[in-house]
């Protein structure tokens, strides 16, 4: 086994790495089916105006691009934010709200300060 090889399977185990893969993953797959229903759909002439292009497939390219960041940082930051969400398999709820109780101060009376004149 390469050192390349031997890397990735190392990094695949670590379940943090491993969750983002998969997310990544899930964004790529829905950015090519984004593309393919704006290509398909063809909303304001999109379309056309990627084909009318001398080099569709960098055009179309940098709008895969977009997609891929675009989406897979979506899926990559939910995947993240759910971590500590308990959806019923055994995950612990983790709760940011913690009640805190607030008493009123009591009110501060505003000295009213003189006008002051300038002297012409």
């Excluded at 190392?10 to 893969?21: M, S």
């Excluded at 084909?51 to 939910?78: C, H, N, Q």
């Excluded at 501060?108 to 012409?120: D, G, I, K, T, W």
């Amino acid at each position: 086994m390469t050192g390349y090889a031997r890397a990735l399977r190392d990094l695949l185990r670590l379940p943090l790495f491993r969750l983002l893969a998969v997310n990544l993953a899930i964004g790529v797959c829905a950015a090519v089916l984004m593309l393919g229903g704006l290509l398909a759909l063809n909303p304001h002439g999109l379309r056309d105006l990627i084909m009318a292009d001398r080099a569709p497939l960098v055009a179309a390219g940098l709008l895969l691009f977009g997609l891929v960041v675009t989406f897979g940082s979506v899926a990559m930051g939910a995947a993240i934010m759910a971590i500590g969400r308990d959806d019923g398999r055994g995950g612990k709820k983790h709760s940011a709200a913690v009640p805190v109780h607030v008493y009123a101060a009591p009110s501060v009376r505003r000295l009213e300060m003189p006008a002051l004149r300038m002297s012409s």
